[in-house]
């Protein structure tokens, strides 16, 4: 379970440019909640998933991972709670590394860095299997550089070395911004997957409403540092495209933050 208390972060408190970014969130995911947040350009959405990670830490407000105060807790420690994947497909793997090679970095997450680690047959044929399981025919190319792979490829290895370890939160950053469409399909469906077989605890940001709607039982929508509404899934089963452009246009009229949300 996540728990997030009346959590709060300014940045350059004090200052000429002092931003409220976060200004008071509580939020409750219950195990294997797939949560999808909307929201405005600049409405706190990264702040939030970088407080939860640990790359941030909140002026106030607490933040518990199955009971345990992390809120303090640097990034590097919390890491092995956390599953993370960014809007960058660049960002999740190490581009002169193989691709099994990275797979071994993910499987030691956690671990202690002195333990000697040693490709073995048995474990080879397990990251190759898991590989076999995205459907892409990258089982074939083990041994390749990752940076020789495209965007998707990557990223839906990045989202397979996030979730590999069972994290307890999984944080997904607009995980297919940067990728084509059918690609963005493609990846989304590998979210949809794995996030439903493994029941993860899944917060994901995305500015396309649709998948908003379609993935996850949950969504909550985010503007100037809070939650400004929150559906569950049985709430969310009636939500449409237009219902959310109206629920957003009570707190702005800024019509070029609508079409941000209205995306695709
Ligand atoms: N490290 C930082 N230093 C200073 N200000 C920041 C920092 N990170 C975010 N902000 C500011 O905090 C506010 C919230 O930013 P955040 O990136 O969380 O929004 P967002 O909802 O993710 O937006 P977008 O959809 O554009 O990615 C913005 O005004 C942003 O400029």
């Not at 939160?169 to 399909?185: G, M, S």
Request: aromatic content about 4%; proline content about 3%.
């Amino acid at each position: 379970m996540l728990k997030v208390t009346d959590v709060k972060k300014t940045f350059f408190k004090g200052t000429v440019n002092e931003k409220k970014a976060i200004r008071g969130i509580s939020l409750t995911m219950n195990d294997g909640d797939f949560c999808t947040v909307i929201g405005s350009n600049g409405a706190g959405k990264s702040t939030l998933l970088n407080l939860i990670a640990g790359a941030l830490i909140p002026d106030e407000g607490l933040i518990e991972i199955d009971g345990k105060d992390v809120t303090r807790m640097p990034e590097y420690k919390r890491a092995k709670y956390i599953g993370r994947v960014f809007q960058d497909p660049m960002k999740g793997t190490a581009a002169g590394m193989q691709l099994q090679e990275n797979l071994m970095l993910a499987d030691r997450r956690g671990l202690c860095h002195r333990l000697r680690w040693a490709f073995t047959p048995s474990r080879e044929q397990y990251y190759q299997n898991l590989v076999a399981r995205l459907g892409l025919g990258l089982e074939n190319r083990m041994t390749a550089r990752i940076g020789l792979f495209s965007g998707g490829q990557r990223q839906a290895v990045t989202l397979l070395m996030a979730t590999m370890r069972r994290p307890e939160v999984l944080l997904l950053d607009e995980p297919t911004a940067a990728l084509d469409p059918k690609t963005a399909e493609t990846v989304l469906n590998l979210v949809n997957q794995i996030v439903t077989e493994q029941k993860l605890t899944t917060l994901m940001i995305t500015h396309n409403m649709r998948d908003a709607l379609r993935l996850g039982n949950r969504l909550i929508m985010m503007n100037d540092g809070k939650i400004i509404a929150d559906y569950n899934a049985e709430q969310k089963k009636e939500l449409t495209i237009d219902m959310l452009l109206r629920k957003f246009e009570e707190v702005t009229d800024d019509v070029s933050d609508r079409m941000m949300l209205g995306g695709k």
